[in-house]
């Protein structure tokens, strides 16, 4: 394996999950009689870019052309994105003739916010079941993975972008170097490309293990995010560091000749990472004792619960909780099911883990002692979902950050 920024053959292994399942190829009842494929998941980090990254074992076509995941689903994922559009639209001053494009738009979660302000868009989203879905809101989009030629016909047929979104795409794209060309295409020379990626900081701060799967092909510090950027001649000139997916990182990056000087709020990010020791090797050398420990920790507890005859089930079926119950070996034995919010996931069953998945009211109904949290980093917003299992006094497992348990309606211990 090579970096897939800088060509290195350097590449030290930083956390080995073991092998697993892709998180997103959900089994059907059918399926279940049927060998399932897994593949190593073990991320590296580049000694010379420091870049962090995980072999290309899978393909974008493997996962994408039909995607579980549809992000309107998250009451407060949407409010981010609202959020999001009328900050941005208020700070590049973009006008009713102005073009927004965003790049792996999804269900048209956000770009629903952009058609409400009265401005031309278009959503690049390579999944048919996600897209069409999308055009049936209303929302202009285009089923196709960006590339180099798709970002031409773009520009030829709608005109440069006054603005590009790119949020939570920049770590699935295994060419990099490509993809990053692409967003340089479709953004004027004078326009702006928006970037959310998870931030390395927290992965590696918090061992955020479950973030790391295979869709995700690279992690992201403002450092290498800023060199992989520069690859296609876009410079950033700032970063916000927001909450979601436990910890994330905005970049807002220029074609070089408009860049201007960077900000001091990215100063002091690029400062921070650099105190955390993520401008080194050594900064990243007890990210796997630290993985394990928490494993190890998520077991006893569940162990215990089992032990003492309680019954646990879980909330989601992300990505994310698909990589946690197989790096922990989480099997229907501690955990008898999960439940989803969205349709297209009943009656399918985790991969690996092999988790039935049910509507939500499946927990009203069976009235669990405990509730384990898969989507963790969505605590505020699943808590006040699942105030009502404070009635007959469910305990609520959220097991990242750090491993903590919530009373229903109540404490946190």
Known sequence: MRCRLCGSERLLSVLDLGATPPCEKLLSAAELDLPEQTYPLNLRLCEDCLLLQIPALITPEDTFTEYAYFSSYSDSWVEHARTFVAAALERLGLGADAFVVEVASNDGYLLQHVVAAGLRCLG??????????????????????????????VRTAH???????????????????GFTRALRALVADDGWVS???HHAGNLVQFAQFDTVYHEHFQYYSVAS????????????????????HGGSIRLWARPDAVAGPPSARMAELLAAEERAGLHDVSGYADLQRRADTLRQDLLRLLLDYRRAGKRVVAYGAPGKGNTLLNYCGIRPDLVEYTVDRNPYKHGKFT???RLPIHPVERIDKDRPEVILVLPWNLEAELTAQLAGTGEWGAQLVYPLPELHVVVAGGTSS
């Open 124 to 153: 690049i989203e390579p999944s048919v079941n996600v897209s069409a879905a999308a055009r049936e809101r209303g929302i202009p989009t285009l089923t196709e993975f960006l590339d180099e030629p798709t970002a031409a016909t």
């Open 159 to 177: 005109g440069a972008a006054d603005l590009v979104v790119a949020n939570n795409v920049y770590a699935h794209i295994p060419d990099l170097l």
């Open 195 to 197: 970037v959310e990626v």
């Open 225 to 244: 995010a800023s060199r992989a950027l520069a690859t296609a001649g876009l410079t950033v000139v700032d970063v916000e560091a927001i909450g979601t």
């Open 351 to 353: 991969p690996g883990a």
